[in-house]
Each structure stands twice: as C-alpha cells, then as structure tokens.
C-alpha cells in the first residue's frame, strides 16, 4: 500500500503516522529525513542538495524527485511506503506521478487528516514548556497540576513564541493557501481520503483504517 499522507500543524500527522507504520509495516518517508541522510551519506544527489542548503536556498523538486527515486528502491519500501511532507505543490505531484510510473508504482491513497482552524489554534496555542526542565504541557489536554508551574521541578511554564496566536493563524493561513490545490488535485484523480481529525487518537485510526481497506 502506498500512501501520501496530509494534515496541518497540530492535526495529529505525526502520531497517527506512527500508528499506519506499525499497523501496515511499512516505512515512512519524510523529504527532511531523506535530505539529512542523503547529505550524510555523501551521495551524488546528497551533495547537490547541500549546496542549495548550505546556500539557503530551496532544494529543487528535481533533486527531491531523485532522492525518493533511490528511496523507494530500499527493501523496507518494496511491500509499500507512506509519504509525508511530499508533495507539497501540485508541480512536485505531477513530477512525482511521472517519476512513479517510470519505475511501475503508483500511489494509492491520499489520507488528508482534517481539523478546522478554530480547533487547531486551540491546540496549539495551549501548549506550555518549562523553562528549567523542558518537560511540556498543554492547558487543556495535558495541563500541570498547578497553573504556570512545572510539575517535575517546579519551574516556571512558558509559551513558545511560534506557538502563540497570530503565529499559528500564519502557519495555518500559508498550509492551507499551500495545500488546497494539491487536495483538489488528488480529489480529481479520485485518491483523496479525508479524514475527520477530531476524537480520540484510537477512534481517528479506526477512521484511517475503514478508508483504506
């Protein structure tokens, strides 16, 4: 099974991630975890990307395209793969639907784990840290025992600032500006999954879980 996988900031794309790896055996590829190994590694395609890197630049979505290439030619990838944080524009899918067909694969499902903004922001900006230990809380789903106050060591608990609300509104502003037209696009080709993200972490798996089988 070949899976790309959607979901904004604070959607829970990382834990339910986690869960479709363990439940389908199958590897999950993120774009950030090939580019460190690749440039790591010293390969060809690692170098080129690390020029852009080292430069501050984009990485192509040619090179991109090449690392998942060699990717999904290991053997933990041959009995399926999930992508995630690839594609992100309707370019990198096009490309990654040629690249794909050129090796005889293709993706089957586009799981697109849904949350509306008011939800998300909530979640988010709830989040504390202390500032001694770094042990993390949340104001409604995980909050200290005492308000602004670590529970471990006392310390003082404080808000990130990419974690405050005219923050996280931007990052939701931009995914979604970013995002839409690759959901339309998957929509049209009849591979969008979409998925309520709203519920416990079980029940939003068991909802994964219905669409793909």
């Known amino acids: 099974m070949n899976l790309i996988l959607l979901g904004p900031p604070g959607a829970g794309k990382g834990t339910q991630a986690k869960l479709l790896m363990d439940e389908h055996a199958i590897p999950q590829i993120s774009t950030g975890d090939i580019l460190r190994a690749a440039v790591k590694a010293g390969t060809e395609l690692g170098r080129k990307a690390k020029e852009y890197m080292d430069s501050g630049a984009l990485v192509p979505d040619e090179v991109v395209i090449g690392l998942i290439r060699d990717r999904l030619k290991e053997p933990d990838a041959k ?16 490309a990654l639907d040629g690249m794909l067909a050129e090796m005889g694969s293709r993706i089957d499902h586009v799981v ?48 990130r600032d990419d974690d405050n609300t005219e923050t996280v509104t931007n990052r939701l502003k931009v995914y979604n500006k970013q995002t839409q037209p690759l959901i339309d696009y998957y929509r049209a080709k009849g591979l969008l999954r979409p998925i309520e993200g709203r519920g416990e972490i079980k029940e939003i798996f068991e909802r994964i879980g219905q669409v793909l089988a």
């Open 79 to 94: 009995g399926g793969y999930m992508l995630d944080g690839f594609p992100r524009t309707v370019p990198q899918a096009e």
């Open 112 to 159: 697109s784990i849904e949350v509306p903004d008011e939800e998300l922001i909530k979640r988010l900006t709830g989040r504390r840290t202390c500032k001694s230990c770094g042990q993390g809380y949340h104001l409604v789903f995980d909050p200290p025992r005492e308000k602004g106050k670590c529970d471990k060591c006392g310390g003082e608990l404080y808000q």
